[in-house]
């Protein structure tokens, strides 16, 4: 059964800093990893979609990761802003229709 | 940008009550998901629906819960007998094809009472 986790938790870092959010998954055969931005009490917002092929995806300041043998993705993301305050999310497609989701990393970005 | 929308953004209800929960997803997506995510929980998927018909569905959708996707436009999940435990956050979600990003709306808080 496929498990999605993500660490940290929660994290806080000062406007400015880069940072690296964790995504592991338990089987590796995946069709697709996407990131998820999630503010609160609203619905998810689809920041980046990896094939299981590709290795990597950008998009602005953001740029995903993909070891599907290793089991692992990382979202990167660049010069933070308070503006990206928000939960985010890592999800899974392992092939048909469900996606699979991980808990979510609390991101707050101090001014 | 044409996007998922849901309604209403907020049901309170009785237990054993029925629901509906209704969306308008994107025009010309062609796969529709309804998620839920129970408060401090991960979010769950529940049902896929395509080409009139369920393509997939979780140990969580049971016989309580239906879709359909009455006209052109509409795609509605519903709780027949409503328990304490569906209170949560329902998302519905659609996309072009299955291997597409996931476009969510914005949720319905149900709270059963």
């Known amino acids: 059964k496929q498990e999605v986790t993500q660490i940290p938790a929660a994290l806080s870092v000062p406007e400015g800093e880069n940072l690296v959010l964790n995504c592991s998954f338990t089987?590796?055969?995946?069709?697709?990893l996407q990131w998820f931005r999630q503010d609160p009490g609203k619905g998810l917002t689809s920041l980046l979609l990896i094939q299981s092929s590709q290795r990597e995806q950008t998009s602005g300041r953001l740029n995903a990761s993909l070891d599907k043998s290793s089991g692992r993705s990382t979202l990167y993301i660049a010069a933070s802003q308070p503006g990206d305050s928000a939960t985010y999310l890592c999800?899974?497609?392992?092939?048909?229709?469900?996606?699979?989701f991980g808990a979510g990393t609390r991101l707050f970005v101090k001014a | 940008e044409p996007e998922v929308t849901q309604t209403p953004s907020h049901q309170v209800t009785q237990m054993g009550q029925e629901v509906i929960l209704r969306c308008v997803p994107i025009s010309n997506h062609l796969y529709f998901y309804w998620y839920r995510q129970i408060l401090g929980q991960k979010v769950e998927f529940l049902v896929s629906f395509y080409n009139n018909e369920i393509s997939e569905k979780s140990e969580i959708f049971d016989d309580q819960f239906s879709v359909e996707r009455p006209d052109g436009s509409n795609f509605t999940l519903k709780i027949r007998s409503t328990k304490l435990e569906d209170s949560a956050m329902y998302f519905c979600?659609?996309?072009?094809?299955?291997?597409?990003?996931?476009?969510f709306g914005n949720g319905t808080r149900l709270t059963v009472t």
């Open positions: 979600a659609s996309s072009p094809d299955w291997n597409s990003p996931l476009h």
């Open positions: 999800a899974v497609n392992t092939g048909g229709f469900k996606t699979i």
């Open positions: 089987d590796s055969a995946i069709y697709n």
